[in-house]
């Protein structure tokens, strides 16, 4: 017997009336979140790899100084560039003894100690790539 649009012998509780998952299942997909959670993880450690090697491109020197009974001075250069610098003399003040320090390649770093006649330096001179990289590091800074 037929009514409608619908036959007297379907049951209301049967899915076929319930297609669009109306009946408080709520079905997740997955996996779709699973690659919206790994994008999202993705951009903030990208974001945050950024924001700390940005600030410290270039080429730096760092002057760590020692105190006590044997007291010393190092100047730490670091590469903070994809390139190699190549060529670099170090020289502690402004009439100091050139030191050759080689190549130092990207992200690397090397340390370097004035001879004990320059200790008494007011900045440290870096030049690297045949003179086309010139720092200069004062000491009281």
Same mark, same amino acid.
């Given at each position: 017997m037929t009514?409608?649009? %619908?036959q007297m012998d379907d049951r209301w509780d049967e899915d076929? %009336?319930?297609? *669009?998952?109306l009946?408080?299942?709520?079905?997740?997909?997955?996996?779709?979140?699973?690659?919206?959670?790994?994008?999202?993880?993705?951009v903030v450690v990208a974001l945050v790899v950024l924001s700390v090697f940005i600030?410290?491109?270039?080429?730096?020197?760092e002057i760590v100084e020692r105190g006590g009974l044997i007291g010393s001075i190092t100047a730490k250069i670091?590469?903070?560039?994809? *390139?190699?610098l190549n060529n670099v003399v170090v020289q502690f003040g402004e009439n100091g003894v050139p030191q050759n320090l080689g190549n130092i390649g990207?992200?690397?770093?090397?340390?370097?100690?004035p001879n004990p006649s320059e200790l008494e330096f007011d900045r440290i001179i870096l030049t690297a790539n045949d003179g086309d990289v010139r720092v200069v590091k004062y000491r009281n800074q």
């Open positions: 009514i409608g649009v %619908f076929k %009336f319930q297609e *669009d998952g009946r408080g299942k709520v079905i997740r997909n997955y996996i779709k979140i699973a690659k919206v959670g790994l994008i999202i993880g993705i600030p410290r491109v270039g080429v730096s020197i670091s590469n903070n560039n994809f *390139d190699s990207p992200f690397a770093s090397v340390f370097s100690s």
